[in-house]
């Protein structure tokens, strides 16, 4: 395992950073032994990072790019449906930060391996399966199979 400190400074000095938690069987697909927790950190300066819990930086990050000159208008993303009982700014600053994670995924998906792309499925897949057995959501529930039915991919379940 490489430890790369200029990266690894750039990742936790930023605020608004993104962590992806990793489960064992990504860790190992990373080809790194399991002792600790594991998860990829994105952070405004577009870098994405695999780390340990104690700070190790682990196998891959990707570097900040020049902006895509054809890239999708970020207002098509921006989500259309208001609800009332939010204020105006709290809205706008919810829809800046879905815009802004929306933008991170391209990019990811864009500079990604066959590894990263299975480690950035995983991860999200988990993610979504952690919040359905937290919390009752019909929408995320109806929405999750739609696009895995979509691709024909049998559910994984969160361990």
């Given at each position: 395992?490489?430890?790369?400190?200029?990266?690894?400074?750039?990742?936790?000095?930023?605020?608004?950073?993104?962590?992806?938690?990793?489960i064992?069987?990504?860790?190992?697909?990373?080809?790194?032994?399991?002792?600790?927790?594991?998860?990829?950190?994105?952070n405004?300066g577009m870098?994405?990072?695999?780390?340990?819990?104690?700070?190790?930086?682990?196998?891959?990050?990707?570097?900040?790019?020049?902006?895509?000159?054809?890239?999708?208008?970020?207002?098509?993303?921006?989500?259309?449906?208001?609800?009332?009982?939010?204020?105006?700014?709290?809205?706008?600053?919810?829809?800046?930060?879905?815009?802004?994670?929306?933008?991170?995924?391209?990019?990811?998906?864009?500079?990604?391996?066959?590894?990263?792309?299975?480690?950035?499925?995983?991860?999200?897949?988990?993610?979504?399966?952690?919040?359905?057995?937290?919390?009752?959501?019909?929408?995320?529930?109806?929405?999750?199979?739609?696009?895995?039915?979509?691709?024909?991919?049998?559910?994984?379940?969160?361990?």
């Amino acid at each position: 395992m490489a430890n790369n400190k200029s990266n690894d400074s750039v990742a936790t000095n930023q605020v608004d950073a993104i962590r992806l938690p990793l489960i064992k069987a990504q860790c190992e697909a990373i080809n790194s032994p399991c002792i600790g927790e594991w998860y990829i950190e994105i952070n405004s300066g577009m870098n994405a990072i695999v780390k340990e819990c104690n700070g190790n930086t682990v196998v891959f990050s990707y570097e900040q790019y020049p902006q895509a000159r054809h890239s999708f208008p970020l207002n098509s993303f921006v989500n259309i449906f208001k609800r009332r009982d939010i204020p105006q700014q709290q809205l706008q600053n919810i829809d800046r930060k879905k815009t802004y994670c929306r933008e991170l995924f391209r990019v990811a998906l864009r500079y990604s391996g066959a590894t990263e792309l299975d480690i950035l499925i995983k991860s999200i897949e988990e993610l979504i399966a952690c919040s359905l057995a937290d919390k009752y959501s019909p929408g995320l529930n109806a929405a999750s199979y739609e696009v895995y039915n979509k691709f024909a991919i049998s559910r994984r379940v969160a361990k």
